[in-house]
Nanobody
């Protein structure tokens, strides 16, 4: 079992930055790929970024590539999402997820956090 708790969301102006954190419980954090997803009001949850269990393979959605950076700190059992040059269309609830496979498909992640709201004003 893995429990995930996100933090770091908030209200920011367009062009600003936020860093989301996701703290994981359990001693098997280093075994899991970690992903970030987001869900805007009235829309489906979509993939944002993913990092492999050892940090060696990372990929992003086209909409955030070049602006967002995913990273992980195994010693702290934490994964981060640094978000720069934020746009109003980035407004959503952001979720972190853990999975032994953990790819772009949300179905490959059995463990999810409760989400953190990010609001970008224009």
């Amino acid at each position: 079992q893995v429990q995930l708790v996100e933090s770091g969301g908030g209200l920011v102006q367009a062009g600003g930055s936020l860093r989301l954190s996701c703290a994981a419980s359990g001693r098997t954090f280093s075994s899991y790929a970690m992903g970030w997803f987001r869900q805007a009001p009235g829309k489906e949850r979509t993939f944002v970024a993913r990092i492999s269990h050892n940090g060696g393979l990372i990929y992003y959605s086209d909409s955030v590539k070049g602006r967002f950076t995913i990273s992980r700190d195994t010693a702290k059992n934490t994964v981060y999402l640094q978000m720069n040059s934020l746009k109003p269309e980035d407004t959503a609830v952001y979720y972190c997820a853990a999975g032994l496979i953990g790819e772009r498909d949300s179905g490959t992640y059995p463990y999810w956090g409760q989400g953190t709201q990010v609001t970008v004003s224009s």
